[in-house]
């Protein structure tokens, strides 16, 4: 958008976005304007112009669609709705600071799990420590003397895993909220002697974390817009903005895997707790049966119970067979956790965002794909009720079968981490982009690189294609980071430790034998470690002419050279790791140079 020299640019006060003050050194206190950043020509430098521009645009849309299935709604304004589920590990700051991996990349480049991890629940089902414990409440504190709703807390599946959430706001407060959190959060646990960890699979081998952004579209006059309410089949607002969002999908599927797409959040997509790299949405048996009897033009399975009028969409009541408790009024669906974008009652939650990825344009690209779907629904229901005043219901009725049909492939509702699912998908068309590079290319394929410019407006195309550079740059720079950081961790620590305790074997044989004792335990011993060494040396080996190769090659087309990262790169670290593992197990205890898993994760 400009050259390296041109440097001026301009910050304005996002007045949707209330200043705030926080408590400073010695006394001090400082003031926050959350501000846009503009360069010099008018281009947008930040993410938070863009979520405001598809924020507005969406409204524009939506509010035609409203007034357009309902005349006398007269609703002026649309925004969205967004609540932000923090997922983080916690560590000892002391443990941190002997681990350069952490320091340097975010996560754990080498480390073997310890014998108990997390495969008996017990920490997502147990109490939050006490040293965590007062420092979430703390945290929580310091939120609310800054205006943030926060509410939940909770441990995570993984150890030294936890999850804290606000109560949802508009779109644009929720993202500036989400980063003001994270960043006291950061500072309350330093306070603490504790460490905050936002990488996406700090562990490998337990769970990763994300950053579940729970999405909604409501009115001015406080309707949310996604509540099925108790007689779905008859809702058609509520149905025609549930199939606007799953055209949406299918239309720009490639698009948000590209804006949740890095190289951290590539280590948990598909991983045992996170959605595959394949999107498609879950509505439930409920919400399927209603599009399918519409579709089919057949009467509806009794799903709804008038006395449950809320959200849960009727609902059926469990009985625990206690006499002291009550009943239990049960949703009519479970939910997916294995989906990347599930209904859960009144609203999306789309779960393949990244936990230390700012929100800002996975929500912007989500906002932009549903104004396009809106907008091209809006244009067949004018085109099917002709010259009339308002579209009649069998009006409505046409168009949403049509797009039932149409979004028929991008519902899912079984296990996405299965081996069928992969071959379904591909029988029904759907993207499987499985690394962060080939994601990126789709942006600026020709139909989204239309949506997010010329049909929308969000992005110029100066604009567009700056972002597209900067995700491919930053993925090839952090791969040769960790590259380079594993390098020097093997060559600088790990082997000469191995090598050291190879060495105190030996001597220790030979002095065995040279006093006549039977040293075949260490012999057998040295045997065992010596080919893990060697193994290691090789990896190591070739981890520096691969990294080096690509320094020393890099393309001038950034995608190529974020690609070659991916296909050479990124193979060789995780091939070096195997062999550290490996030998990890081998060497004993007092030679490994660094904090393992068990002090990382098993101590607060």
Same mark, same amino acid.
């Given at each position: 958008?400009?050259?390296?020299?041109?440097?001026?640019?301009?910050?304005?006060?996002?007045?949707?976005?209330?200043?705030?003050?926080?408590?400073?050194?010695?006394?001090?206190?400082?003031?926050?304007?959350?501000?846009?950043?503009?360069?010099?020509?008018?281009?947008?430098?930040?993410?938070?112009?863009?979520?405001?521009?598809?924020?507005?645009?969406?409204?524009?849309?939506?509010?035609?669609?409203?007034?357009?299935?309902?005349?006398?709604?007269?609703?002026?304004?649309?925004?969205?709705?967004?609540?932000?589920?923090?997922?983080?590990?916690?560590?000892?700051?002391?443990?941190?600071?002997?681990?350069?991996?952490?320091?340097?990349?975010?996560?754990?480049?080498?480390?073997?799990?310890?014998?108990?991890?997390?495969?008996?629940?017990?920490?997502?089902?147990?109490?939050?420590?006490?040293?965590?414990?007062?420092?979430?409440?703390?945290?929580?504190?310091?939120?609310?003397?800054?205006?943030?709703?926060?509410?939940?807390?909770?441990?995570?599946?993984?150890?030294?895993?936890?999850?804290?959430?606000?109560?949802?706001?508009?779109?644009?407060?929720?993202?500036?909220?989400?980063?003001?959190?994270?960043?006291?959060?950061?500072?309350?646990?330093?306070?603490?002697?504790?460490?905050?960890?936002?990488?996406?699979?700090?562990?490998?081998?337990?769970?990763?974390?994300?950053?579940?952004?729970?999405?909604?579209?409501?009115?001015?006059?406080?309707?949310?817009?996604?509540?099925?309410?108790?007689?779905?089949?008859?809702?058609?607002?509520?149905?025609?903005?549930?199939?606007?969002?799953?055209?949406?999908?299918?239309?720009?599927?490639?698009?948000?895997?590209?804006?949740?797409?890095?190289?951290?959040?590539?280590?948990?997509?598909?991983?045992?707790? %996170?959605?595959?790299?394949? *999107?498609? @949405?879950? +509505?439930?048996? #409920?919400?399927?049966?209603?599009?399918?009897?519409? =579709?089919? $033009?057949?009467?509806?399975?009794?799903?709804?119970?008038?006395?449950?009028?809320?959200?849960?969409?009727?609902?059926?009541?469990?009985?625990?067979?206690?006499?002291?408790?009550?009943?239990?009024?049960?949703?009519?669906?479970?939910?997916?956790?294995?989906?990347?974008?599930?209904?859960?009652?009144?609203?999306?939650?789309?779960?393949?965002?990244?936990?230390?990825?700012?929100?800002?344009?996975?929500?912007?690209?989500?906002?932009?794909?549903?104004? %396009?779907?809106?907008?091209? *629904?809006? @244009?067949? +229901?004018?085109? #099917?009720?002709?010259?009339?005043?308002?579209?009649? =219901?069998? $009006?409505?009725?046409?168009?949403?079968?049509?797009?039932?049909?149409?979004?028929?492939?991008?519902?899912?509702?079984?296990?996405?981490?299965?081996?069928?699912?992969?071959?379904?998908?591909?029988?029904?068309?759907?993207?499987?982009?499985?690394?962060?590079?080939?994601?990126?290319?789709?942006?600026?394929?020709?139909?989204?690189?239309?949506?997010?410019?010329?049909?929308?407006?969000?992005?110029?195309?100066?604009?567009?294609?700056?972002?597209?550079?900067?995700?491919?740059?930053?993925?090839?720079?952090?791969?040769?980071?960790?590259?380079?950081?594993?390098?020097?961790?093997?060559?600088?620590?790990?082997?000469?430790?191995?090598?050291?305790?190879?060495?105190?074997?030996?001597?220790?044989?030979?002095?065995?034998?040279?006093?006549?004792?039977?040293?075949?335990?260490?012999?057998?011993?040295?045997?065992?470690?010596?080919?893990?060494?060697?193994?290691?040396?090789?990896?190591?080996?070739?981890?520096?002419?691969?990294?080096?190769?690509?320094?020393?090659?890099?393309?001038?087309?950034?995608?190529?050279?974020?690609?070659?990262?991916?296909?050479?790169?990124?193979?060789?670290?995780?091939?070096?790791?195997?062999?550290?593992?490996?030998?990890?197990?081998?060497?004993?205890?007092?030679?490994?140079?660094?904090?393992?898993?068990?002090?990382?994760?098993?101590?607060?």
């Amino acid at each position: 958008m400009r050259t390296t020299f041109e440097a001026r640019g301009y910050t304005i006060w996002d007045t949707s976005s209330s200043m705030f003050v926080q408590r400073g050194p010695n006394g001090t206190s400082i003031l926050y304007i959350p501000s846009v950043f503009i360069s010099y020509n008018g281009d947008a430098l930040d993410e938070k112009t863009g979520l405001l521009r598809s924020n507005e645009v969406l409204s524009r849309a939506a509010a035609e669609l409203v007034n357009l299935l309902e005349p006398d709604a007269h609703v002026a304004h649309v925004y969205t709705t967004l609540g932000t589920e923090q997922e983080f590990f916690l560590v000892d700051r002391t443990m941190y600071a002997l681990r350069p991996d952490l320091k340097i990349t975010g996560r754990t480049l080498v480390g073997q799990l310890p014998p108990r991890h997390q495969q008996l629940e017990d920490h997502y089902f147990g109490r939050i420590p006490s040293r965590v414990m007062r420092a979430i409440s703390e945290l929580e504190l310091e939120c609310l003397r800054l205006g943030i709703p926060i509410k939940t807390r909770h441990n995570e599946v993984a150890p030294a895993q936890f999850e804290v959430a606000p109560i949802f706001e508009e779109a644009s407060v929720a993202v500036d909220h989400n980063l003001l959190t994270m960043d006291v959060l950061h500072k309350v646990a330093h306070r603490h002697n504790l460490r905050v960890l936002y990488h996406e699979k700090p562990f490998k081998g337990v769970n990763g974390s994300g950053k579940h952004c729970n999405w909604a579209v409501a009115t001015d006059r406080g309707e949310n817009l996604l509540d099925p309410t108790v007689r779905p089949e008859t809702n058609f607002r509520f149905l025609v903005f549930l199939l606007a969002v799953l055209r949406a999908l299918q239309e720009h599927a490639p698009l948000l895997r590209a804006a949740i797409s890095s190289s951290s959040n590539e280590h948990r997509l598909g991983a045992q707790e %996170a959605p595959p790299a394949i *999107i498609s @949405a879950f +509505l439930g048996d #409920q919400l399927n049966e209603v599009l399918d009897a519409i =579709d089919e $033009d057949r009467p509806l399975k009794n799903f709804s119970v008038p006395q449950f009028q809320t959200i849960k969409v009727g609902g059926t009541v469990l009985d625990v067979k206690v006499a002291g408790l009550p009943h239990i009024a049960r949703d009519l669906t479970d939910r997916n956790r294995t989906s990347p974008f599930a209904f859960t009652g009144n609203k999306f939650e789309f779960r393949a965002v990244g936990s230390k990825q700012s929100p800002s344009f996975p929500v912007t690209v989500l906002n932009c794909a549903v104004t %396009a779907a809106i907008t091209e *629904i809006v @244009a067949d +229901l004018r085109a #099917q009720m002709g010259s009339k005043p308002a579209p009649s =219901d069998d $009006d409505t009725l046409a168009v949403i079968r049509k797009y039932i049909r149409l979004t028929r492939p991008v519902r899912f509702e079984g296990d996405n981490y299965s081996d069928a699912w992969v071959a379904e998908a591909a029988r029904r068309g759907l993207p499987n982009i499985r690394t962060a590079p080939e994601a990126f290319t789709y942006l600026l394929k020709d139909k989204h690189l239309a949506m997010l410019t010329t049909d929308t407006g969000i992005f110029s195309h100066g604009e567009l294609m700056s972002r597209y550079h900067i995700l491919n740059e930053r993925y090839a720079k952090d791969v040769i980071i960790e590259a380079e950081t594993l390098k020097t961790i093997v060559g600088q620590q790990i082997l000469p430790a191995a090598l050291e305790y190879r060495k105190s074997l030996a001597e220790s044989a030979a002095a065995l034998k040279a006093v006549g004792v039977e040293a075949a335990p260490e012999v057998q011993v040295l045997n065992e470690l010596a080919p893990l060494v060697v193994a290691l040396q090789a990896e190591h080996t070739k981890l520096a002419a691969a990294v080096q190769k690509l320094i020393d090659h890099e393309s001038d087309d950034s995608n190529k050279h974020a690609q070659a990262a991916c296909d050479s790169v990124a193979p060789a670290i995780a091939a070096t790791r195997d062999a550290a593992d490996a030998l990890e197990t081998a060497v004993a205890d007092k030679y490994w140079p660094l904090p393992k898993y068990t002090e990382l994760l098993l101590t607060i």
